[in-house]
């Protein structure tokens, strides 16, 4: 079933928080779907750009209302993921989508501000809600680089101006990570002081997470001796922080990269292991259960784990 981001926060706010897992192919479909079935929690799955593109976007959409229909069960929104305008409004038009991000997070306060509010607009009139961003993560995102260096984290009051005159619904806010596989070198992690008070200045508003994936090194100690070239020693977020955030209003965290690396260690692996075979659908049928055991086992740490009877009665009434 799929619904709104907004009903999937009302049920979370302040007590766990929802994976936010990125596709690009059937694999990860059905491991994402299978993975949240086994672990009964509600999830979003959530397109970029770039995935959109990748085969074709109606591929996708048909994919996932297949496994619609293959996992009755399962509740969940279709969200896209750091759209610009236009793609915000081909989703909201294509009856599709639950939920789409506007990033207009590279543009002043004040063109952030109007450009979010065109597209609530545009999505509160069809029912679908609205994420937004403020403040610079580090790292990269989609075409944009950021330098580590001058990742500016959100500013609690800008934050407040920002929900108020934009109407979004959920806020992605810069609190310490990044995209992709290198984001901590030393001991660094979420800024809990920042979630702290942006969350005392916008209490009730579901904050949203990037750059959330652990990066677990021994993943990439697997990939690297398999073949890889990944650089060892810069970690990810501690998952074991996903539900301390939770509770200070984190409702949203966007995991890729880690699904990246399950792909990449199975594939190398397969292939070195098995050097004469060439069937797609041998290593497809290894990283399919690999790929569910990892997302259950983020949401036994998001504590979105079990909450599926629960979500699927409340999001019948709520508004
Ligand atoms: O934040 C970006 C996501 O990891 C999506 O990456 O644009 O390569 O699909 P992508
Ligand atoms: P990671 O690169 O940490 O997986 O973050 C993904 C993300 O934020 C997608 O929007
Ligand atoms: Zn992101």
Request: aromatic share 24%; glycine share 24%.
């Given at each position: 079933m799929i619904v709104t981001t907004k009903k999937l926060f009302a049920h979370a706010y302040g007590k766990y928080a929802l994976g936010a897992y990125n596709i690009n192919n059937s694999e990860q479909i059905m491991g994402l779907f299978k993975g949240c079935m086994d672990s009964k929690a509600p999830f979003i799955i959530q397109i970029s750009k770039g995935a959109r593109a990748y085969t074709d976007k109606r591929m996708l959409e048909a994919m996932i209302r297949a496994a619609d229909d293959i996992f009755p069960d399962a509740v969940f929104a279709v969200h896209l993921d750091h759209g610009d305008e236009q793609t915000c409004y081909e989703c909201i038009e294509?009856?599709?989508?639950?939920s789409v991000m506007i990033d207009a997070s590279h543009d002043d306060f004040a063109g952030n501000v109007a450009t979010t509010k065109r597209v609530v607009d545009a999505a509160h009139a069809k029912g679908i809600s609205v994420e937004a961003e403020l403040g610079m993560l580090g790292g990269v995102e989609e075409d944009i680089q950021v330098d580590e260096k001058n990742a500016n984290l959100t500013d609690p009051e800008e934050a407040k101006d920002f929900v108020a005159q934009s109407g979004c619904d959920s806020l992605a806010c810069a609190i310490g990570t990044s995209h992709g596989?290198?984001?901590?070198?030393?001991?660094?992690?979420?800024?809990f002081d920042r979630v702290e008070a942006i969350q005392k200045l916008l209490p009730g508003v579901p904050l949203v997470m990037h750059g959330s994936s652990s990066v677990p090194q021994d993943e990439v100690a697997r990939i690297n001796a398999a073949g890889g070239k990944l650089k060892e020693g810069a970690k990810g977020v501690d998952p074991n922080q996903y539900l301390p955030a939770a509770k200070l209003g984190v409702c949203k965290v966007n995991i890729d990269t880690d699904g990246r690396l399950v792909w990449t260690r199975v594939h190398r692996e397969f292939f070195q292991d098995k050097p004469e075979d060439f069937d797609l659908r041998s290593p497809g049928k290894v990283f399919m259960p690999e790929y569910a055991k990892f997302i259950a086992s983020r949401n036994e740490l998001l504590g979105s784990a079990n909450q599926l009877d629960d979500v699927r009665e409340f999001v019948k009434t709520a508004a």
């Open positions: 294509s009856g599709f989508y639950s596989a290198y984001k901590f070198s030393g001991g660094q992690g979420i800024h």
